[in-house]
């Protein structure tokens, strides 16, 4: 194999070429290469990116093998997969299909609903087609009633979409592998199982449990906020990318400054030192800031303007603020940090739209825990000047 290239024996079946095609890899057929037997994981290592694919596969898996060693008499296994979007759908085809590929005693029959493929882009459906995913009859329970499992074999059936065909209700008492299931026994309310690989896949090896749940005290917030779900977090972990790091702590500035994917800005200075610090009210506040709802008060509104003017004074007189606004993750697209007050501003007067998109690449925490409750510091009085008659003529005392 070389880069997405693999090599196959020339007499290869042509589903199986299709199917590896579909799959993102090169074919190439050679008469002097034998079939190598570690094909599958040849495969798998195509989608380890895909976390939620692969965590689908996992489940399937388990699923076939709890049956198959429960000594039950039964040959056969429906799995029902809901409608998704098509590139989660197309990645659990594949990674599903590179797996039991290899299993010489389970026949795997893998179907898409047509209703959903009918509406997928064109790239897309193609790989289902070479991969033979598509449910060109249109009928889901077709292969409920007519799939069965030939001698000495054990039939696994996935049919993915089929809460979406008018005739689901004659396979509802199949095995359900939705993301909420998913979610809640596979994952066990917890992404360290998606973090551990990909903290490796970066080089990056020195880490325990400790900073695996670090990352939970991140992108938890992400649904518990309704920011995103399982599906976007696992797209938005595939592409992430790591390379600047070198260490954990790295990796974790690295999320926060990342959520941009959810339409959120930049909490590249959270302290995630402190514990009893949580990153959900930052979330929650972040969409107020950002959908105005937050200054639609005018008494709030006044008050926030206060204190950017504040700063502005500050600036202006030439005061050490104590705010850092030079920092590049601070100032982000303006040119400067006091360009950047200056935006946030005008936002805050007047809900400016391209202030808005600027902002959403400085650090949200610094403009809602220091600028937004600055306070200049308290200069002493001025010492008051009088005279007393004790002292001679010219001579002063200070009170």
């Known amino acids: 194999m070389n880069g997405t290239g693999i090599y196959l024996p020339a007499d290869t079946d042509q589903w199986l070429q299709q199917m590896l095609e579909a799959a993102g890899f090169l074919v190439q057929l050679s008469d002097s290469c034998a079939l190598v037997s570690n094909l599958p994981k040849i495969l798998i290592t195509r989608y380890n990116h895909a976390f939620f694919a692969l965590t689908v596969r996992n489940h399937i898996i388990d699923l076939v093998t709890k049956i198959r060693e429960s000594r039950s008499d039964s040959r056969k296994a429906i799995v029902m997969v809901p409608a998704m979007p098509q590139k989660a759908l197309l990645e659990i085809a594949q990674a599903t299909t590179a797996f039991f590929i290899s299993e010489t005693d389970i026949d795997l029959t893998l179907k898409i609903a047509k209703i959903l493929t009918d509406k997928w882009d064109t790239t897309t459906k193609e790989k289902a087609r070479a991969g033979g995913w598509l449910d060109d009859r249109g009928n889901l329970t077709y292969y409920r009633s007519n799939v069965t499992a030939a001698p000495g074999k054990f039939a696994l059936i996935v049919l993915c979409g089929a809460d979406q065909v008018t005739d689901a209700a004659s396979l509802a008492d199949f095995h359900l592998c939705d993301p909420q299931l998913i979610w809640d026994t596979k994952m066990r309310g917890s992404f360290q199982n998606w973090i551990d690989p990909k903290l490796k ?72 030192n402190q514990k009893s610090k949580q990153l959900t009210p930052y979330i929650n506040q972040a969409t107020e800031f950002f959908n105005y709802t937050l200054f639609l008060d005018p008494g709030k509104r006044k008050k926030a303007l206060n204190t950017v003017e504040a700063v502005l004074k500050a600036l202006g007189d030439g005061e050490d603020t104590g705010l850092n606004l030079e920092d590049a993750t601070v100032k982000g697209r303006y040119p400067s940090g006091k360009d950047m007050v200056i935006g946030l501003k005008t936002f805050i007067e007047s809900d400016d739209q391209q202030e808005r998109e600027t902002l959403l690449y400085s650090d949200f925490v610094v403009i809602m825990d220091r600028i937004l409750k600055f306070k200049r510091p308290c200069q002493s009085p001025k010492r008051k000047e009088r005279v007393d008659p004790n002292f001679p003529e010219g001579q002063w005392m200070f009170s």
């Open 201 to 272: 896949n970066a080089g990056i090896q020195k880490f325990d449990t400790k900073d695996l749940l670090n990352f939970d005290r991140l992108i938890l917030p992400l649904i518990k906020s309704g920011r995103g779900d399982i599906l976007q977090i696992s797209n938005w972990l595939e592409t992430l990318d790591l390379s600047p790091a070198n260490t954990v702590s790295e990796v974790l500035r690295i999320v926060l400054g990342s959520m941009g994917y959810f339409g959120l800005p930049l909490f590249t200075s959270f302290p995630i």
